[in-house]
């Protein structure tokens, strides 16, 4: 429906432009005609229309300040809308993006690690004294009062070097060694498990928040999940495993902003119910999220699971088909939809009631198996900021805005010097024939005001479309400024039907914009036919202009032969040096070359019947042709 309405929209612009182009070089003839038919002066036409073109052109120019201004209005506009927007979202919910579930399976392995461990070693070192020993001592008696004395003398150093020796005795020495212990180690990993197969069945229900006089487009997912796990073989990551904790399994979902999660259901795993538990609990598979424990110690075959989300969002959604086998769903009633991710829906069907899509992804698009330790997924996960390193392969929607009053008013502004420069062209065509008819023409004054109403028509459009939306705030826009300047172009030149004129033309050009601005896809090829459309009607009307007069004095191209000149004699060699009006009036014309047409089109020129005289042959006489 809406490509045959924008083909409609095409044929009507396109019906309106040769109806614009047909009447511009109709209007011209007329004017042409007018002007063979009572014999105007040329120059007077000349002059005038060459004076209001250099007019139009200054004016145009000088309207593109008032347009830069509210080309940056309508930019801050926009960049305020976006802000309300983005708070909104923050409020609300953020893009979501969903990863999950998957099973997170501690592990333990053992082996025997050989360190470099130190050894210290304390051992006794004897060392020589330094002082006099008691061999060195002289013998003495102790009987004799030398020997008495002797000894008193000698009691002091004998007792120093006891000292001296027990000290050295007691010296120990510290050193340190390296053995190679060997001893066995255990330590915990955790293994990550995706499903086999996946499914993902989601509904998304669009929403229109309104902060003040700004929207935001946000949605509620509803998402349920259903699917199957296979208990692996965990040796096949590392065959040193000595055993595996299935009581301490966890069960894991990733979701992008959980603070806009809503409801999240029971879990239903191998039959048995479960609650969700705030937190990822294991920050290397889900940076945010939430988690269910499971104990999985006597449980064998495959495993059933299915749970069921509610959670707000804004502008996307995405899902991580991490199964081995994944069938994915998504349904809305919005009827503006973008898939968005790495993949395109293999179905899809997108109406005015809304949208449903399928997407059905194999393993083999990914980079991860299906059995990994955690350590490698977040390793391979290259540092990017991302909810989990199952984000790798991401399908999804996103909503889109369809092209707000904002962006047509965009499109507008840049369109208003080409539609500026129509009005001043038809406008100038419509004052050309006036007057020609006797009519007055417009002060280069009121020409600059109504180039200001035609800068306020955009003002007002935005103004309106903030509140009115774009097509009933582009309908009083156009009525208004149309209605503005047909009223004061009647004032100014007192003819009805001039102003009635340029305000049929003025809404033919502001209809003409309008179908080309409501076209999404086809916007840029609708003004590019206006602008070559202009271009054509702009060369046709004047193609037909009078040409420029030679120099005074200067010879023309001689008449065709047959023909009567088209133009006034100038001064020749025959004319003895007398004015152009002057020869012409003496110069005789040849037999048979003089008729109506002459006579019209050149009103210097009388019509002879006499014979040339022979002292005046027409090979002397000299034609300088004015062209028309």
């Not at 809406?2 to 929209?9: R, V």
Request: net charge neutral; charged share 20%; glycine share 6%.
């Amino acid at each position: 429906m809406s490509d045959l309405l924008s083909f409609l929209g095409m044929l009507i612009m396109g019906a309106m432009l040769a109806g614009l182009i047909l009447t511009c070089v109709f209007l011209w003839r007329r004017i042409r005609g007018q002007e063979a038919a009572r014999g105007p002066s040329l120059k007077v036409l000349e002059a005038g229309l060459t004076g209001r073109f250099v007019i139009v052109a200054v004016l145009t120019l000088l309207t593109l300040v008032p347009l830069n201004f509210l080309d940056n209005l309508v930019k801050e506009r926009s960049w305020r809308q976006s802000s309300v927007v983005q708070e909104l979202a923050n409020d609300w919910g953020q893009p979501q993006t969903a990863a999950g579930p998957f099973l997170a399976v501690p592990f333990t392995i053992s082996y025997l690690k050989t360190e470099k461990t130190p050894v210290i070693i304390e051992r006794q070192i004897e060392r020589p004294t330094e002082g006099p020993s008691l061999a060195d001592s002289p013998p003495s008696r102790p009987d004799s009062s030398e020997g008495r004395e002797a000894t008193e003398a000698a009691g002091p150093r004998r007792q120093t070097a006891r000292e001296t020796a027990a000290a050295q005795e007691t010296t120990e020495e510290t050193a340190q060694e390296f053995r190679y212990v060997t001893r066995e180690v255990s330590e915990t990993l955790v293994a990550a498990l995706t499903p086999k197969t996946l499914n993902i069945d989601g509904r998304l229900d669009p929403e229109t928040r309104r902060r003040g006089i700004f929207s935001a487009l946000v949605y509620s997912a509803k998402l349920q999940f259903s699917g199957t796990f296979e208990i692996p073989d965990l040796k096949s990551l590392d065959a040193r495993l000595t055993k595996v904790h299935w009581n301490e399994v966890k069960l894991i979902v990733a979701l992008s902003n959980t603070k806009a999660l809503r409801r999240a259901g029971r879990l239903v795993f191998a039959g048995r119910e479960h609650l969700f538990a705030p937190g990822s609990r294991d920050l290397r598979l889900a940076s945010s999220g939430f988690s269910a424990d499971l104990d999985l110690s006597d449980v064998e075959g495959p495993l059933d699971f299915s749970f069921e989300i509610e959670a707000a969002g804004s502008k996307s959604l995405l899902l991580a088909p991490l199964a081995d086998e994944n069938a994915l769903t998504l349904a809305s009633s919005w009827p503006h939809p973008s898939f968005t991710g790495d993949g395109l829906p293999i179905r899809r069907e997108v109406s005015e009631l809304g949208f449903s899509a399928v997407w059905e992804v194999p393993a083999l698009v990914r980079n991860y198996r299906s059995l990994e330790l955690a350590s490698t997924l977040a390793a391979s996960a290259g540092g990017r900021e991302a909810v989990s390193p199952y984000e790798e392969y991401l399908v999804g929607v996103t909503l889109l805005t369809p092209v707000d009053h904002y962006s047509l008013s965009k499109r507008a502004v840049k369109y208003a010097i080409l539609f500026v420069a129509l009005t001043f062209l038809s406008m100038l065509a419509l004052e050309m024939k006036l007057i020609r008819r006797g009519g007055r023409r417009l002060h280069p004054v009121q020409h600059g005001v109504s180039a200001l109403a035609l800068a306020m028509f955009y003002l007002v459009l935005l103004s309106l479309s903030e509140h009115l939306g774009f097509s009933a705030a582009y309908l009083t826009a156009s009525i208004l400024i149309v209605s503005l300047i047909g009223a004061y172009t009647l004032a100014a030149t007192r003819a009805l039907c001039h102003a009635i004129a340029t305000a049929v033309s003025l809404t033919l050009l502001y209809l003409a914009l309008y179908l080309m601005l409501i076209q999404e896809d086809y916007a840029l090829l609708s003004g590019t036919i206006l602008m070559v459309a202009a271009l054509i009607a702009l060369m046709a009307s004047t193609s037909k202009l009078p040409a420029t007069k030679p120099p005074k004095g200067s010879s023309g191209p001689p008449p065709p032969e047959g023909k009567a000149p088209q133009g006034p004699l100038t001064d020749g060699p025959s004319s003895g040096g007398k004015p152009a009006e002057a020869a012409a009036s003496e110069a005789p014309w040849p037999a048979g070359q003089h008729g109506a047409d002459a006579s019209q089109n050149c009103p210097a020129a009388t019509t002879r019947t006499e014979k040339p005289t022979p002292t005046s042959p027409p090979e002397a006489i000299r034609l300088d042709i004015l062209p028309d």
